[in-house]
Nanobody, 136 residues
């Protein structure tokens, strides 16, 4: 059973940076596309970034150029480096393990995490979340 534990959230001013970490256990990394999604009060869930077992990445337009997803397979840890943070980035951030449908791509994983593309796969597990607050 996959277990995911996020850390690294906090409060920063606009323009600042944070690095989120997700410690994973109970899984074979090659079986999943890993990613991050966020949920802000009153807003829809948004798939933020995803990375597949080959290291191919995808990003939501809202974070492209500012966020970087990476994984250390030896440590079973997923990261999300967030730079130039904006107040609209304020949300609870969740680490997710996504099972993609046959021929679905890492780009589609964003939609799966955002609950906008149920045909492309399913979120098999997610963590408890870590809160990111960005003040102006």
């Amino acid at each position: 059973q996959v277990q995911l534990v996020e850390s690294g959230g906090g409060s920063v001013q606009a323009g600042g940076s944070l690095r989120l970490s997700c410690a994973a256990s109970g899984y074979t990394y090659s079986s999943y596309c890993m990613g991050w999604f966020r949920q802000a009060p009153g807003k829809e869930r948004e798939g933020v970034a995803a990375i597949d077992s080959d290291g191919t990445t995808s990003y939501a337009d809202s974070v492209k150029g500012r966020f970087t997803i990476s994984q250390d397979n030896a440590k079973n840890t997923l990261y999300l480096e967030m730079n130039t943070l904006k107040p609209e980035d304020t949300a609870m951030y969740f680490c997710a393990a996504v099972v993609l449908a046959y021929r679905a791509t890492v780009i589609q994983a964003l939609g799966v995490m955002g609950q906008a593309d149920s045909q492309a796969g399913v979120v098999d597990a997610w963590g408890q979340g870590t809160l990111v607050t960005v003040s102006s």
